[in-house]
């Protein structure tokens, strides 16, 4: 008996205040079962009956003995600005992983739009040739229709990273693509 309750009257009464019941009753119960147990730790005391929410740290133990035989409180502290101080510095990291992810967002999408935006030139350049020397035309579609591939590769990159999607490497001889690019 505790201040006059029952100890399954404690339990109800203190599971009413607060937010971690789980806790309060891992507590007690190990404050019941190991009389020399001490299990410090926190909890979220709900407002009820014009008291505000506040967090508690404290460790309970069982006392036996003499007048008194229940529990005490040893240690109890008001943390409550260590706590939203720690949920704030957790807000403000999720708000800097989000910029930091638009940022890498942006310079990426930079890079595509250019990439992409030399292989349209290329494609450009040789519809122009096309008009110029019909006769050679085939050989210019065929350079248009490599670059379009080229095109697709990069969107494929793109979306990949995108996904977060793992990649393939293959191998390729960097000496045939120079000449393709470059013929």
Known sequence: EVLG????????KVLDIVAEPHFVKEVLNGARNNPDHHKPGT??????????????ECNV??????????????HYQ???????ADQEQHALQKNLIRAQKLEIVGVMSAGVF?????????VSGYSQMIRVN??????????????????EHIIKQAMSFATCSE????????????DDSLG
């Open 5 to 12: 309750l029952m100890a399954d009257d404690l339990d109800a």
């Open 114 to 122: 250019h990439d992409l935006n030399n292989v349209l030139a290329i």
């Open 134 to 151: 019909p006769a050679a035309a085939e050989k210019y579609i065929r350079k248009i229709s490599d670059s379009c591939g080229l095109m």
């Open 78 to 84: 008001n943390i409550d600005q260590l706590v939203k």
């Open 61 to 74: 133990r069982r006392v036996n003995g003499g007048i008194m035989d229940g529990y005490l409180i040893e």
């Open 167 to 178: 990649g393939q490497f293959l191998s390729c001889d960097i000496a045939s693509i120079l």
């Open 43 to 56: 909890c979220h005391v709900l407002p009820v009956e014009g008291r505000t929410d506040c967090y508690l």
